[in-house]
């Protein structure tokens, strides 16, 4: 019969473990919850933003760096969780800071029009 000393010494070493693991888990977690909310705000200040510009409004290019920013630091702790994801949103805001040079095959190729980033955001969802 094993020693009851050394089988609690084991099981709560296993405990640890355990902890350590679910530890990692609840980070993990933290740093997509901290990704996606970066990629709604930045997703929501765009559609709102275009559809004021849909809306007749003129442009606003203090708007449209405010957009380029939230883009490229959405893509920052999205880079952990899905690059391909994290780099679409540096050319996003890319874009944002000077949409005139972006032909319209240059923005097709590059995957970064509002429908394509969500549908990659709710499939991001769905794996989580």
Not at 61 to 72: F, T
Not at 108 to 117: F, G, N, P, T, Y
């Amino acid at each position: 019969m094993p020693d009851p000393m050394i089988v609690l010494t084991i099981f709560d070493k296993f405990l640890k473990i355990l902890g350590l693991i679910r530890e990692g888990e609840i980070k993990r977690d933290e740093k997509i919850d901290k990704s996606l909310k970066a990629l709604y705000k930045a997703l929501n200040e765009t559609k709102s933003y275009v559809a004021s510009l849909n809306e007749g409004n003129a442009r606003n290019r203090q708007k449209e760096y405010d957009i380029a920013y939230m883009w490229q630091e959405a893509s920052v702790p999205i880079r952990h969780i899905d690059p391909d994801l994290a780099y679409r949103c540096f050319l996003k805001g890319s874009y944002w800071l000077e949409p005139e040079s972006w032909s319209e095959a240059r923005l097709e190729e590059s995957r970064i029009a509002l429908d394509q980033v969500l549908d990659s955001i709710k499939s991001l969802l769905l794996k989580t």
